[in-house]
């Protein structure tokens, strides 16, 4: 399939702090991997898992973390492009003991084509994407049908696609482009216990934004 040039993400002018800058050093060796247009042997790389989760743009991975923690069984391959939060998020994994993570920093599009295998992942998470609020932006949302077509053989038969966003207009427009691929079943769902409240949907609640989860089932 033909990949999109359009980026889906906002490069942040936050700059790397020290302690997530010392983070990246100490620990990428542990717990990072390195882009390439060869497929990552999943099975290696979590053992013991048994079941292995892709998570798309996990921020500060604040979520990622205590996820991982809740669930030492399950593998979690995070993908996140800026570095601040991948420092962040391998500060935490160390400071927490964890051995169910590991992180590949760029893109999610290319990644996705060339490193994640066909029906190796049991499921997706996606919490809180850019949500391109101007409409002629809505083009960047990560969520359309080229890209559920494109993660759709990634995923195992059976398998799993979580999103949440406090964007109802962008929960809509998702609702819409799943339906544009009927290879998924699905659709809203209660906000489920095991997704921590983090900080960023705390301070959007605190604005009185809904927050909408969406599951969706590969068939």
């Known amino acids: 399939m033909e990949q999109s040039s ?5 490069l942040r002018g936050s700059r ?6 010392s983070a ?4 990428w060796a542990a717990y990072g991997i390195e882009y390439s247009t060869e497929f990552l042997n999943i099975t290696s790389l979590f053992p013991t898992a048994e079941q292995v989760v892709l ?3 996990f921020g500060m991975g604040e979520a990622t973390a205590l996820i991982a923690r809740d ?3 399950t593998g979690y391959l995070a993908v996140e492009v800026h570095k601040p939060g991948i420092g962040k998020l391998m500060a935490r994994v160390e400071e927490l003991g964890l051995a169910n993570i590991r992180i590949i920093e760029g893109d999610a599009h290319p990644i996705i084509t060339t490193m994640i295998p066909d029906r190796s992942v049991d499921g997706v998470h996606l919490f809180f994407p850019d949500p391109w609020p101007k409409k002629r932006h809505h083009k960047r949302r990560i969520v359309n049908a080229e890209f559920l077509a494109l993660i759709h053989p990634k995923i195992k038969d059976g398998g799993f696609f979580h999103i949440a966003t406090d964007w109802v207009p962008y929960a809509e427009f998702a609702l819409k482009s799943f339906a544009q691929v009927p290879e998924y079943q699905g659709g809203e769902v209660a906000r489920p216990t095991w997704r921590p409240v ?3 949907e705390g301070q959007g609640l605190d604005k009185d934004h809904r927050v909408t989860d969406m599951r969706f089932t590969k068939i």
């Open 6 to 10: 359009i980026r889906t993400y906002r």
């Open 55 to 57: 998570e798309i743009g």
């Open 24 to 27: 990246l050093d100490k620990y």
């Open 198 to 200: 983090t900080r960023f």
């Open 16 to 21: 790397i702090t020290g302690p997530q800058q």
């Open 71 to 73: 669930f030492p069984n």
